[in-house]
């Protein structure tokens, strides 16, 4: 039987709290720390150049003396709005803390770099400060208070049925000595995290103990929730122990099986995949098992220069189609959105297990916003002054695009459709558009 991982009790940030409090001000967080886009000067709007120049005669006047970073006490709600508990307000001024950056970029574009250039009344230090008390306060530290607030919020978008499809796979964090374990859910191309795990480059005392842990846990909240976890995930995932216990646990499965698996057949023949299949001229499927274990559909198709063979496990009178192992490749895309010229993450120079924890926490709820967003975005009658060509954009780059450069005419409407995001994800409500 599996057991459920609910919160302690005692914690002093419960899901409540959290998403109607951290939610809300973690995105007043990011914003500001964003690379905004440079413009040359001649590019510049008068209103533009004006608030870019403000930077020299005390920016922080313009914003008030309200820090982005709660103080190291934290912050409760019901006191003085401001830019850190009220996403109104500080949507209200965040086009002017932005505009500095536009004529002063940081020199490297760190998060520290970042954090000494806001425009706040405080020293470079002081601002440091906050920074690190932040990322390392209780409800940043604990990732599965992210999964407990966007699980049940998110799940009805990419359900399938009483499937719900999860990405899972690793990706490695610019330090070089840690990687992240992440699930997601899949969306028209791009991904909702729902739970992450920051590991050493090396985890101890295995990688397939770590993801059992991990794929465990979740599986628990997925059928609390009414449906059964479907776990799309690459060659890495593969070893029959780790398949055994999915299916004993009630998850289902679609995996790529290496080609160096052996299998037995429905007669009782043992062959290696890849030794029997090199390549496969047409699609076709039989039943097998894996190491003589683990039942599973076996699907084999030629895609490029290698074949792949992919393990399918479904409950009893569940449909998936094997071709949606496409949508693995989603995640990976959202890696790219991650780092690059994205959001950075691959040059903000974390070098501590807390502080990459903690910055994830924010970035991956930030990624959900900015996918979110260019979902809401889409058939909308306005969104060609936004981007020439938004078929070609995916949802994360529209949601990036229509909060870093809106047109005049167009911000009232990107920041009510923003409003209705945070509000949903704050809320708790999971209506409004799909």
């Given at each position: 039987?599996?057991?459920?991982?609910?919160?302690?009790?005692?914690?002093?940030?419960?899901?409540?709290?959290?998403?109607?409090?951290?939610?809300?001000q973690t995105?007043?967080?990011?914003?500001?720390l964003?690379?905004?886009?440079?413009?040359?000067?001649?590019?510049?709007?008068?209103?533009?150049?004006?608030?870019?120049?403000?930077r020299?005669?005390?920016?922080?006047?313009?914003?008030?003396?309200?820090?982005?970073?709660?103080?190291?006490?934290?912050s409760?709600?019901?006191?003085?709005?401001?830019?850190?508990?009220?996403?109104?307000?500080?949507?209200?001024?965040?086009?002017?803390?932005?505009?500095?950056?536009?004529?002063?970029?940081p020199?490297?574009?760190?998060?520290?770099?970042y954090?000494?250039?806001?425009?706040?009344?405080?020293?470079?230090?002081?601002?440091?400060?906050?920074?690190?008390?932040?990322?390392?306060?209780?409800?940043?530290?604990?990732?599965?208070?992210?999964?407990r607030?966007?699980?049940?919020?998110?799940?009805?978008?990419?359900?399938?049925?009483?499937?719900?499809?999860?990405?899972?796979?690793?990706?490695?964090?610019?330090?070089?000595k840690?990687?992240?374990?992440?699930?997601?859910?899949?969306?028209r191309?791009?991904?909702?995290?729902?739970?992450?795990?920051?590991?050493?480059?090396?985890?101890?005392?295995?990688a397939?103990?770590?993801?059992?842990?991990?794929?465990?846990?979740?599986t628990?909240?997925?059928?609390?929730?009414?449906?059964?976890?479907?776990?799309?995930?690459?060659?890495?995932?593969?070893?029959?122990?780790?398949?055994k216990?999915?299916?004993?646990?009630?998850?289902?499965?679609?995996i790529?099986?290496?080609?160096?698996?052996?299998?037995?057949s429905?007669?009782?023949?043992?062959?290696?995949?890849?030794?029997?299949?090199?390549?496969?001229?047409?699609?076709?499927?039989?039943?097998?098992?894996?190491?003589?274990?683990?039942p599973?559909?076996?699907?084999?198709?030629?895609?490029g220069?290698?074949?792949?063979?992919?393990?399918?496990?479904?409950?009893?009178?569940?449909?998936?189609?094997?071709?949606?192992?496409a949508?693995?490749?989603?995640?990976?895309?959202?890696?790219?959105?991650?780092?690059?010229?994205?959001?950075?993450?691959?040059?903000?120079?974390?070098?501590?297990?807390?502080?990459?924890?903690?910055?994830?926490?924010?970035?991956?709820?930030?990624?959900?916003?900015?996918?979110?967003?260019?979902?809401?975005?889409?058939g909308?009658?306005?969104?060609?002054?936004?981007v020439?060509?938004p078929?070609?954009?995916?949802?994360?780059?529209?949601?990036?695009l229509?909060?870093?450069?809106?047109?005049?005419?167009l911000k009232?409407?990107?920041?009510?459709?923003?409003?209705?995001?945070?509000?949903?994800?704050?809320?708790?409500?999971?209506?409004?558009r799909?």
């Amino acid at each position: 039987m599996l057991q459920s991982h609910h919160l302690e009790s005692n914690s002093p940030f419960t899901e409540s709290r959290w998403s109607k409090h951290l939610l809300l001000q973690t995105f007043a967080v990011f914003i500001p720390l964003a690379p905004p886009p440079v413009k040359p000067l001649h590019q510049l709007t008068s209103h533009q150049f004006a608030l870019a120049s403000q930077r020299k005669r005390g920016l922080g006047k313009v914003c008030g003396t309200t820090s982005p970073f709660p103080s190291h006490h934290g912050s409760r709600l019901g006191h003085k709005p401001s830019f850190r508990t009220n996403p109104a307000l500080f949507l209200k001024v965040r086009y002017r803390v932005t505009g500095a950056f536009l004529l002063h970029p940081p020199a490297r574009p760190t998060l520290s770099a970042y954090a000494r250039n806001l425009p706040l009344p405080y020293s470079a230090q002081a601002k440091l400060n906050r920074l690190w008390r932040y990322l390392r306060h209780p409800a940043l530290q604990n990732p599965w208070i992210l999964t407990r607030a966007l699980l049940p919020l998110l799940s009805p978008r990419a359900a399938k049925g009483k499937l719900l499809p999860l990405l899972v796979d690793w990706t490695p964090l610019e330090d070089g000595k840690h990687q992240a374990l992440v699930a997601a859910l899949p969306l028209r191309g791009r991904v909702l995290v729902v739970a992450f795990e920051v590991c050493p480059s090396s985890p101890w005392p295995s990688a397939s103990r770590v993801e059992a842990r991990f794929l465990y846990r979740l599986t628990a909240w997925v059928k609390e929730l009414g449906f059964v976890p479907l776990f799309l995930a690459d060659r890495g995932f593969d070893a029959t122990a780790l398949l055994k216990r999915l299916k004993d646990w009630g998850a289902a499965f679609l995996i790529r099986l290496k080609g160096t698996v052996s299998v037995v057949s429905e007669e009782g023949e043992r062959f290696v995949l890849k030794a029997r299949y090199p390549r496969v001229p047409a699609p076709f499927s039989f039943r097998a098992k894996l190491k003589g274990e683990v039942p599973v559909h076996l699907f084999l198709s030629q895609e490029g220069e290698e074949p792949w063979y992919l393990a399918l496990s479904l409950p009893e009178g569940s449909f998936f189609e094997p071709q949606g192992y496409a949508w693995r490749m989603w995640i990976e895309e959202g890696f790219r959105d991650l780092k690059g010229a994205g959001l950075g993450l691959d040059r903000h120079l974390l070098r501590t297990r807390a502080s990459l924890v903690g910055w994830l926490s924010l970035l991956f709820l930030a990624q959900v916003m900015l996918v979110l967003l260019g979902a809401g975005l889409e058939g909308r009658p306005w969104l060609h002054r936004l981007v020439a060509h938004p078929e070609r954009q995916s949802l994360f780059t529209l949601g990036r695009l229509a909060l870093a450069q809106p047109p005049p005419g167009l911000k009232g409407h990107i920041l009510r459709l923003f409003h209705r995001v945070l509000a949903e994800l704050a809320g708790g409500r999971k209506g409004g558009r799909k």
